[in-house]
């Protein structure tokens, strides 16, 4: 498995954005593919963004397409997102997650939190009105 350690989060004002970074610890990480979820209070945990391991599409919640970017830097072990436009209901504790990546990905792909098998702790974005 793949340790993996979030960072970035933190306090905002609505109409701001954060930047949120994944570490991962395993030197293979351009194998795996990338998802942030998220859970807000009370709520189950959702899924926000993924990427292959091929970086070569990118996946997200219909909601957040157009405010949300994930992104990866192979060469330095990160998964990144960056959330513009922030509103009060997208607080939440928010999760990378990884799996080993399989060879091709459909572009319908619904990635859901059983497809990956590695989480981090999580890290808390609280968006404030």
């Known amino acids: 498995q793949v340790q993996l350690v979030e960072s970035g989060g933190g306090l905002v004002q609505a109409g701001g954005s954060l930047r949120l970074s994944c570490a991962a610890s395993?030197?293979?990480?351009?194998?795996?593919?990338m998802a942030w979820f998220r859970q807000a209070p009370g709520k189950e945990r959702e899924f926000v963004a993924a990427?292959?391991?091929?970086?070569?599409?990118?996946y997200y919640e219909d909601s957040l397409k157009g405010r949300f970017t994930v992104s990866r830097d192979n060469a330095k072990n990160t998964l990144s997102l960056q959330m513009n436009s922030l509103k009060p209901e997208d607080t939440a504790v928010y999760y990378c997650?990884?799996?080993?990546?399989?060879?091709?990905?459909?572009?319908?792909?619904?990635?859901?939190?059983?497809?990956?098998?590695?989480w981090g702790q999580g890290t808390q974005v609280t968006v404030s009105s």
């Open positions: 997650a990884a799996t080993y990546g399989r060879s091709w990905y459909a572009p319908s792909w619904a990635p859901k939190e059983a497809d990956f098998g590695s």
């Open positions: 395993q030197r293979t990480f351009s194998s795996y593919t």
């Open positions: 990427i292959p391991w091929s970086g070569d599409r990118t």
